[in-house]
């Protein structure tokens, strides 16, 4: 029996330090996925207007079909030249061999600007606008409500819209990594602090149990272990549920038993840390539940996986709880039935 308080205890103490853990780094956790996110965007929407460059002067007129090619001359013998349409190709940096054809949708009533799509991308390229401007690409996130040519040009000539998705953020990012540009329009991928800040960003790790774990995985890796811990509780939970006499020598507050006063002080301190114990896991659970919005594909099933067996561990943890009062009250009452006999054993002996 002792045994298997004593593997309960460490149990539920391991669980109090992963979860605190958690807590600790949690919003490091959470900066180190928008940073991801952020350099994910920042790549994507200079693959998109890197890729459109020479397309600007094709790109401006008026067109009702979707673009997916750009035309340009090329000699084939001497003094003749052909026409030849080129596919658009979307070359993604930082991603070895990664690349996607893009194809461009005009915009009703507006010359000159598209919507952006592409086929299957590690990135979120279809999330944007481009637009031809003065013989120059600009490119806008999706979202932006333009609907006129005198809205693309106010957003790309007076009101500097023309960046990637989260710029505002992604902009305090970057000037905290170095990097000395003042607008998107200063974003190129071969700029040391630009690239830097791009392999920190998508590279970035944390530590469970010495075991380093990218950060999209952490969370998942957190719920994972709590989860874990719980299920070995199982056992010694059911070595505890018949058993009826707690050890002499066991120092653990939750099987501490004792009468009168103190009795009653001792099971409203037991009852608040069984309280903790059964918040914790759903207290990580509260915290994960905003960094799923940042988690992509496997890693969100892995997420939810995880997270689905974190809830049932305040289910064990009741089970624990009341198997430990179960047996604190086996053991008062042998106590008690014991007590008559040692007390008349000891008057016939006077």
Same mark, same amino acid.
């Given at each position: ?36 996110q952020h350099a994910k965007e920042l790549i994507a929407w200079l693959s998109v207007r ?42 993604? $940096? ?12 005009? +915009?009703?009533?507006?010359?000159? *600007? ?16 481009? !637009? ?72 970035? @790790? ?12 952490? $969370? *998942? !890796?957190?719920? @994972? ?16 549920? &018949?058993? @009826?006499? &707690? $050890?002499?020598?066991? $120092? ?9 006063? &103190? ?10 840390? *069984? ?51 179960? +047996? ?16 008349? *054993? !000891?008057?016939? @002996?006077?």
């Amino acid at each position: 029996m002792g045994e298997a308080i004593k593997q309960l205890r460490s149990s539920l103490t391991t669980m109090l330090s992963v979860a605190i853990l958690w807590l600790v780094t949690v919003q490091a956790v959470g900066d180190a996925l928008a940073r991801r996110q952020h350099a994910k965007e920042l790549i994507a929407w200079l693959s998109v207007r890197d890729s459109l460059v020479g397309g600007a002067d094709q790109l401006s007129q008026h067109t009702s079909t979707a673009v997916t090619c750009f035309i340009r001359i090329v000699p084939v013998q001497s003094g003749t030249e052909v026409e030849e349409c080129s596919p658009i190709v979307a070359n993604i $940096p930082t991603m070895e061999h990664a690349s996607s054809t893009l194809s461009l949708t005009p +915009l009703p009533e507006i010359a000159g *600007a598209y919507r952006v799509s592409a086929t299957a991308s590690p990135l979120n390229l279809s999330s944007y606008f481009a !637009a031809s401007i003065n013989g120059r690409i600009w490119v806008f996130p999706s979202e932006l409500s333009l609907k006129t040519t005198r809205d693309f040009y106010n957003a790309a000539l007076r009101d500097g819209l023309a960046s990637p998705r989260h710029w505002p953020a992604m902009r305090s990012e970057l000037l905290s990594a170095g990097w000395g540009g003042g607008t998107a329009e200063g974003l190129k991928i071969n700029d040391p602090d630009i690239s830097k800040f791009v392999a920190q960003a998508l590279t970035a @790790t944390f530590t469970v149990a010495s075991i380093p774990i990218s950060a999209p995985m952490y $969370p *998942a !890796a957190v719920a @994972t272990f709590i989860s874990l811990i719980c299920l070995l509780m199982i056992g010694p939970i059911l070595k505890i549920r &018949i058993g @009826t006499k &707690i $050890p002499d020598d066991e $120092p653990w507050i939750l099987v501490a038993h004792s009468r009168g006063r &103190i009795g009653t002080v001792l099971k409203v301190i037991k009852i608040a840390i *069984a309280l903790i114990y059964v918040s914790l896991p759903l207290v990580v659970f509260a915290t994960q539940l905003r960094l799923r919005l940042l988690l992509e594909g496997s890693e969100l099933a892995l997420w939810i996986a995880a997270n689905t067996l974190l809830l049932i561990c305040p289910v064990i943890i009741i089970i624990a709880a009341i198997s430990l009062r179960r +047996l604190e009250a086996h053991h008062s009452a042998s106590t008690s039935m014991c007590s008559p006999v040692e007390n008349t *054993a !000891a008057t016939t @002996t006077s």
